[in-house]
Nanobody
Framework: QVQLVESGGGLVQAGGSLRLSCAAS????????MGWFRQAPGKEREFVAA????????DYADSKKGRFTISRDNAKNAVYLQMNSLKPEDTAVYYC????????????????????WGQGTQVTVSS
């Protein structure tokens, strides 16, 4: 089992940047494909970005490509989400999630694939 704790959220003006971090503890971090999801008020949780166990493969929701970058540091048991050119519609609670997989290059984009979730960190983008 793995425990996930997100940090780095906050209030930022439109056009600004934030870097979210997710610290993992428990079983070997490199055993998990990782992902970021978000949930805005009154909306369903949606996929943002995902990264493989090795970090060599990534995937993004179409609207995030070019603005968001997911990365991981297996030596530090951490995954990151760099968010640039933020927009008010990016306001949401952002969640880190972990998916067990034997595939070293596997990237999971569906929520059902993720067994472990953090508590979330609030990102608010003001106009």
């Amino acid at each position: 089992q793995v425990q996930l704790v997100e940090s780095g959220g906050g209030l930022v003006q439109a056009g600004g940047s934030l870097r979210l971090s997710c610290a993992a503890s428990g079983r070997t971090f490199s055993s998990y494909a990782m992902g970021w999801f978000r949930q805005a008020p009154g909306k369903e949780r949606e996929f943002v970005a995902a990264i493989s166990r090795s970090g060599g493969s990534t995937d993004y929701a179409d609207s995030k490509k070019g603005r968001f970058t997911i990365s991981r540091d297996n030596a530090k048991n951490a995954v990151y989400l760099q968010m640039n050119s933020l927009k008010p519609e990016d306001t949401a609670v952002y969640y880190c999630a972990a998916a067990t997989t034997t595939g070293y290059s596997f990237v999971a984009v569906t929520q059902a694939r993720y067994a472990y979730w953090g508590q979330g960190t609030q990102v608010t983008v003001s106009s």
